[in-house]
């Protein structure tokens, strides 16, 4: 019998997060750094989430390990949500997706927002200089 391996990304802004988790004791591991070391505390309770919301029995079948790369520290930690969620929902099945579901769907589903590229004329992507007809 093999161990159960699970690969699973996640993208959120320019940030990409590819994770690998398989059948252990509920480690999480983010670049290498374990997540109750993960600084800024806020990215840290962000991603915290998921364990809590699916519960510590589920959280505690599988170790984590995340690679982050791209955009800044709170869309590195949302794109990193959205993959330890969808690995907990393959170890825990159909009742743990559900009810991470329910709790917020953007944790599941990636965000498919992106910023709009500058245009000419203009000082941003929509702004535009003014004229004055005077």
């Known amino acids: 019998m093999s161990a159960k391996i699970v690969v699973v990304s996640g993208k959120r802004k ?6 690998v988790a398989t059948e252990g004791n509920g480690k999480v591991f983010i670049n ?3 997540l109750e070391l993960f600084q800024p505390a806020v990215a840290r309770l962000k991603i915290e989430e998921p364990i809590l919301v699916a519960g510590k029995d589920v959280a505690s ?10 955009g800044g520290i709170m869309s590195q930690a949302e794109a990193a949500r959205v ?9 825990g099945g159909e009742q743990v997706r559900k009810m991470l579901m329910e709790y917020d769907r953007r944790m599941l589903v990636e ?3 992106r910023t709009e590229p500058k245009k000419f004329g203009g000082h941003s992507a929509r702004r535009r200089k ?5």
């Open 83 to 91: 993959v330890i969620s969808n690995a907990l929902a393959e170890f």
């Open 61 to 70: 079948k599988a170790d984590i390990h995340i690679k982050i790369e791209g």
């Open 130 to 134: 003014q004229k004055s007809y005077r």
């Open 14 to 19: 320019t940030a990409v997060a590819r994770a």
């Open 32 to 34: 290498d750094v374990p």
């Open 111 to 113: 965000d498919p927002r």
